[in-house]
């Protein structure tokens, strides 16, 4: 608590403190005329398109039905490896949904999905693709594109269509490798040396 001398003593050290009339903040107008400079970088970026990094195809595929099965493996996969992901027993790990995206975006997706996979250690997925069997020619779309671009990534080691608790042929589990730094965890992990 303080007494009153030592608030009149901060009251006569305070006498001569006026108070600012100007607001105490920074001038962050942007200006209304393009420089040089912007319109130099404007121009150069009209003048070069984004290279597209992508190397799913983007062309077009073989048309399959809601019913297709989709089934897949690099040489290599063992059998008992695949025959677990065929029947769903390995664990979701990631899930990702393409309903109601055109061809374009469901391809920039997938592409940067299995890329997420990898980076994050993550190996069994679920892609949801759907069946289309609401369109008018029953052609699944999306399912016609994946069963294309996934054996296009080298990341993809196989895939297969889900169980129909988990989706069904609108569906499909999708095993991703692993990671260099992954693989070097797991040598020094069973390294016996």
């Not at 962050?28 to 003048?47: F, N, V, Y």
């Not at 069963?147 to 990534?153: C, F, G, Q, Y």
């Not at 609108?170 to 095993?175: N, R």
């Amino acid at each position: 608590m303080t007494t009153k001398d030592e608030r009149l003593d901060f009251l006569q050290e305070m006498q001569d403190v006026r108070r600012i009339r100007r607001p105490n903040r920074a001038d962050i107008k942007t200006p209304r005329e393009l420089t040089p400079g912007h319109l130099e970088r404007q121009r150069a970026a009209l003048d070069q398109p984004r290279r597209d990094t992508n190397p799913l195809t983007a062309d077009a595929v073989e048309p399959l039905t809601a019913h297709d099965i989709l089934s897949w493996q690099r040489p290599g996969i063992q059998h008992g490896v695949f025959r677990k992901l065929r029947q769903g027993q390995y664990p979701i790990e990631a899930r990702l949904d393409l309903h109601r995206m055109t061809v374009d975006e469901a391809r920039r997706e997938v592409f940067g999905f299995v890329q997420d996979c990898v980076r994050y250690g993550v190996r069994s997925v679920l892609v949801l693709h759907g069946k289309g069997e609401r369109n008018p020619d029953k052609i699944a779309q999306l399912k016609s594109y994946l069963a294309k671009w996934l054996p296009e990534l080298d990341d993809v080691l196989a895939f297969h269509s889900a169980q129909k608790h988990h989706g069904g042929t609108g569906a499909v589990y999708v095993m991703i490798r692993k990671s260099d730094h992954q693989k070097q965890l797991n040598r020094e992990a069973h390294d016996s040396s």
